[in-house]
């Protein structure tokens, strides 16, 4: 029996078969949209390769089937098909095979169609080896140039923030003047109306002015955020050291924020008395680091405390602890909590609409031009604390 002669005279109808196993095969999702071409791929040239290795009249070629099973790795990685699409169609056509050989192979001695069997199973895993080869050889390829593509707009995209930097410092400090006339015209507005006498008009006129009000200062806030983070990146900030009293800067902080703190019933506690009064530093600078953390606290703590503790370290250091009883922050977040823009949320709270993710990307990098180091220890539904451990004399 000549079992390559009866598959070469097959071949069409097993291709014809093939093709309509692989549209009807839900799981070769790929394959959907392609023409009858598409499909067919380089399997013809397989099976003229399958046949001659197969033929005891011919020699057997490896090579030829090497090379079409390449080519059909290849079209298949070009047409987006994943491995296991790929690995499907073979076992499709491992069985397409033999169901249409079965009444030839059943005429032949038990020892050939054993032979056979096993010659066809050793050329079809030859024939995916090979396939698999070329395909991740081409999806290295791509991604490999999807990497360099990449690169090179990260380039391109870097220069292009770097050329337009003082365009957009420039374009803030022009949004600045016109947002502060409007944020002080409507607070006058907003205090005249809340002392006439109550009407149903007046309360409407209220709540509009209050709303342009808060929506006013957290732009304000945004743009004053958005100018200090690009001063820093420009290297634009030059530290002011002075000497500094550390307990009369974090008083000033907390009344200034104890409005904020009341709203929700939380508490501000202090413990600065160990501190040395002798601290050479930027003050504004500090007076930043202290004001964002404290309301950073505020905001994400519903009940509780919001406690400062200040503390010297050694004859050159002192340190600062921030801690509040919120919400606290996942461990997969705490190494992004200082990156620009990012801000934590969770399912039972969302993102906060005042929050920008732009306060303690600046702290850090206060703490930073302060010579400091920051460090974070938190635990999601206990708190967090945050401890700034700053030089007793900043040097230049």
Not at 78 to 102: C, H, N, W
Request: aromatic residues 6%; glycine residues 4%; proline residues 3%.
């Amino acid at each position: 029996m000549d079992f390559s002669q009866s598959l070469a005279e097959n071949t069409h109808n097993i291709i014809e078969k093939w093709i309509l196993a692989v549209r009807n095969d839900q799981q070769i999702e790929s394959a959907d949209d392609l023409s009858y071409g598409a499909i067919k791929n380089h399997i013809p040239e397989v099976f003229q390769a399958m046949v001659k290795v197969l033929s005891p009249s011919q020699e057997g070629d490896i090579k030829s089937i090497l090379t079409a099973s390449w080519q059909h790795g290849l079209l298949r990685a070009e047409q987006g098909f994943d491995p296991s699409e790929i690995a499907r169609e073979y076992r499709l056509l491992r069985k397409v095979v033999f169901d249409t050989m079965e009444a030839d192979l059943l005429q032949a001695t038990p020892t050939e169609i054993i032979r056979y069997m096993r010659l066809m199973d050793a050329v079809i895993d030859e024939a995916i080896a090979r396939c698999f080869n070329s395909y991740v050889k081409e999806r290295l390829r791509e991604l490999q140039n999807l990497q360099t593509s990449l690169t090179l707009h990260n380039e391109e995209l870097t220069r292009l923030i770097n050329v337009n930097q003082d365009k957009l410092s420039e374009l803030a400090h022009e949004l600045k003047h016109p947002l502060t006339s409007i944020i002080g015209y409507s607070d006058l507005f907003l205090r005249q109306q809340k002392r006439e006498i109550p009407k149903k008009d007046s309360n409407v006129n209220v709540e509009h002015i209050e709303r342009v009000l808060r929506n006013g200062r957290h732009l304000l806030r945004l743009i004053n955020n958005v100018l200090e983070l690009s001063r820093y990146e420009a290297g634009q900030l030059q530290l002011q050291l002075v000497s500094i009293n550390v307990t009369e800067l974090i008083n000033n902080v907390c009344e200034m924020l104890e409005p904020l703190a009341a709203e929700k019933n939380l508490r501000i506690l202090v413990d600065c008395n160990s501190i040395s009064s002798e601290i050479i530093t930027d003050g504004f600078q500090l007076q930043q680091v202290v004001t964002n953390l404290v309301s950073n606290g505020i905001r994400y703590t519903d009940s509780g405390t919001i406690s400062i503790l200040c503390q010297m370290l050694d004859h050159e250091k002192w340190a600062i602890a921030v801690s509040d009883t919120g919400i606290g922050i996942a461990p997969k977040d705490q190494t992004k909590i200082f990156e620009p823009y990012f801000r934590v949320s969770s399912q039972e709270r969302p993102y906060l609409p005042e929050s920008s993710g732009l306060g303690l990307a600046i702290v850090a990098r206060l703490v930073k031009l302060l010579q400091g180091k920051i460090s974070l220890v938190s635990q999601p539904g206990v708190g967090s604390t945050f401890t700034v451990i700053l030089p007793l004399k900043v040097k230049i």
